[in-house]
């Protein structure tokens, strides 16, 4: 089966770090996306781990572990204008991409 | 600007009576994706092209029908609508060769 969890939500101080952990479980594997969406809005795109090991771009960063199924997303110096949801996403293959739930993160100053 | 439009952007309807959701490109992207999203379970994909009349199923088709007859147009079609297709609809796309998928700005249909 095809499964991708993530917390449901999670809140955090203005200016701290936070870290947002995904586990998957599919049929295949090609890479895994992070994804940033707004309420009512579309997703952007954060970030995307083909190989195992740390990505940093920013105040985001984003980790993977394939052999054991697990990435996180990594946020410092938390602004309030991070308060979004963030997709965990596995790349399958053939242009076949399987989404987590979302977390819902909340920035509280 | 790079974008992927959606129309309309909010629809109430009822059921049974066909509708379609438009969705196009500027990029020249080759693969496009239709995504519903529901509170709870995430993105789905409902079908996906890797090309101009080249079309498949994702996860979640019952329903619903595309088409690909030109490279920037990817519409979705419900030819009867039930309130069970009630949700938040995306259409992405993305560029052979990159796996990042842009996505347009939503269409909010409601079947009652």
């Known amino acids: 089966g095809q499964n991708i969890d993530q917390p449901t939500e999670m809140t955090a101080t203005e200016g701290a770090i936070v870290q947002i952990n995904c586990t998957y479980q599919?049929?295949?594997?090609?890479?895994l996306f992070w994804y940033q969406q707004h309420a009512g809005e579309a997703p952007t795109f954060l970030s995307y781990n083909v190989l195992d090991g740390l990505e940093e771009k920013g105040r985001f960063s984003s980790f993977l572990s394939r052999s054991k199924g697990y990435s996180y997303l990594l946020l410092k110096e938390l602004q309030m204008k991070d308060s979004a949801s963030y997709l965990c996403?596995?790349?399958?293959?053939?242009?076949?991409?399987?989404f987590g739930a979302g977390t819902r993160l909340f920035v509280k100053a | 600007e790079a974008q992927v439009t959606q129309n309309p952007r909010y629809l109430i309807t009822v059921t049974g009576k066909k509708l379609t959701v438009t969705c196009s490109q500027n990029?020249?992207?080759?693969?496009m994706s239709w995504y519903r999203q529901d509170p709870g379970l995430g993105l789905r994909q409902i079908y996906y092209s890797m090309n101009v009349e080249v079309t498949d199923k994702g996860d979640v088709p019952e329903g619903y029908k595309v088409s690909r007859k030109e490279k920037r147009n990817f519409p979705l079609i419900l030819e009867s609508p039930s309130p069970n297709q009630t949700s938040l609809y995306f259409c992405?796309?993305?560029?052979?060769?990159?796996?990042?998928?842009?996505f347009g700005p939503g269409t909010r249909l409601t079947v009652t």
């Open positions: 996403a596995v790349y399958t293959g053939g242009f076949k991409t399987i």
């Open positions: 599919t049929s295949g594997f090609n890479g």
């Open positions: 992405a796309s993305s560029a052979r060769g990159s796996n990042e998928q842009y």
């Open positions: 990029m020249n992207h080759e693969y």
